[in-house]
């Protein structure tokens, strides 16, 4: 293993050295693509975010099958895929070596139930999945080599909404806090907010109270970001289209707060939201909508955290499952799952509008990384 790093270090390496050369005067952002497989796709791919918004596709990173949401490690040198199988009930989870353009196979453990369809880590290795038909959370931790754990705890949701897409638990995303070990886990089926605490020495998710939130009914919460500030959370709801805010509370953990409508006045088609993220400085909430197919840009209001709905940019596509905002906040990138094409888009970091700039092909795209 430590030879395979060493040898993997020498080609990270070289191809940075490549890369530089190529574009001396042009630096760029690497992210990966998680895909759906079912069509054209064979799995993780990797591009280019140019420094003047052009997208390059650089090549596939890694065969998988259906890795439809990724995470890093928190030292950036393992990428972690869930694969959104329905393999004996259980789906599957993959650990890779990134090596520059390319990573490299680890390990790969099961996830506790179904269609897991989010994934994320935290400092000390372990690692939350949310498996959407199985209704539950299972938790595992990855090493310093980058081998995960067998199957540690799974969390299992009960309970059901209103809608037809509620006759169950459905467990969309699973997330921990900034500031703690304590684990918020997000049931579109139940529409609630699960609250649990990881425990370390049993290493299991122990429910808190209280250990629910409820959302408005037919919501539907999918995703969430956390306010830099700590004190409030933005949930995005699929079903109904809103971002709704939660408010910390020391003393009873979070209370509900308003909702915001994701789509213009006069829209009445149908519609789905699916992501959801915040700008580094927590002045601007971005929720995508399919459907609508755009970006719904928000600003927030620094004194009580609600938000003003200030436009809508086009995703110049179908189906934005997923994007993210660049590490350098100066781009969003969308990727548009039924019309096969990634999209890169100027963020203006005083207004928050957001102008097109480039699009390029990519296979079912559903989840972007960098």
């Given amino acids: 293993m430590y030879a395979y790093i060493a040898l993997a270090g020498?080609?990270?390496?070289?191809g940075c050295q490549s890369k530089k050369m190529e574009h001396p005067n042009d630096p760029f952002q690497h992210f990966y693509v998680?895909?759906?497989?079912?069509?054209?796709s064979q799995g993780i791919y990797a591009y280019a975010l140019h420094n003047d918004g052009r997208l390059e596709h650089i090549g596939l990173a890694a065969r998988s099958e259906n890795p439809s949401f990724l995470t890093?490690?928190?030292?950036g040198r393992f990428l972690l895929a869930v694969n959104e199988i329905n393999e004996d009930n259980s789906g599957t989870i993959e650990s890779f070596f990134i090596a520059g353009d390319s990573l490299h196979f680890i390990s790969k453990s099961t996830t506790g139930g179904a269609h897991p369809c989010f994934v994320t880590v935290n400092n000390s290795g372990y690692v939350l999945v949310a498996n959407y038909t199985g209704g539950n959370v299972g938790l595992l931790r990855v090493d310093a080599q980058g081998q995960l754990s067998p199957m540690l705890d799974v969390q299992q949701h009960t309970g059901s909404g209103t809608t037809d897409r509620q006759e169950g638990p459905h467990a969309h995303?699973?997330?921990?806090?900034?500031?703690?070990?304590?684990?918020?886990?997000?049931?579109?089926?139940?529409?609630?907010l699960w609250f649990s605490q990881l425990d370390t020495t049993g290493k299991k998710l122990v429910p808190v109270d209280p250990q629910h939130v409820s959302m408005a009914p037919g919501a539907g919460p999918r995703h969430l970001v956390f306010h830099p500030n700590g004190r409030w959370i933005y949930v995005v709801n699929e079903l109904n289209g809103t971002?709704?805010?939660i408010v910390k509370n020391e003393k009873t953990g979070y209370d509900p707060g308003p909702a915001f409508s994701t789509l213009p006045a006069d829209f009445d088609g149908p519609n789905t939201c699916a992501?959801?993220?915040?700008?580094?400085?927590?002045?601007?909430v971005y929720a995508s909508n399919r459907g609508h197919d755009s970006i719904a840009i928000f600003e927030v209001n620094d004194e009580d955290g609600h938000l003003r709905l200030l436009a809508h940019q086009s995703t110049m596509g179908s189906g934005p499952r997923n994007f993210a905002i660049s590490p350098d906040q100066r781009?969003?990138?969308?990727?548009?799952?039924?019309?096969?094409?990634l999209v890169s888009l100027r963020r203006d970091q005083n207004s928050g509008l957001l102008t097109f700039i480039d699009e390029i092909e990519a296979p079912t795209p559903v989840c972007i990384l960098f």
Avoid at 10 to 14: D, P
Avoid at 72 to 75: G, R
Avoid at 275 to 284: E, L
Avoid at 331 to 341: G, H, L, S
């Fill in 10 to 14: 020498l080609w990270i390496l070289a």
């Fill in 34 to 40: 998680g895909t759906y497989t079912d069509s054209d």
């Fill in 331 to 341: 781009y969003v990138v969308v990727a548009n799952q039924y019309t096969d094409n």
């Fill in 243 to 245: 971002v709704a805010l």
């Fill in 173 to 192: 995303s699973a997330w921990f806090e900034p500031s703690g070990e304590r684990v918020i886990s997000v049931d579109l089926g139940t529409n609630q």
């Fill in 72 to 75: 890093k490690s928190t030292d």
């Fill in 275 to 284: 992501d959801i993220h915040i700008s580094s400085d927590g002045r601007f």
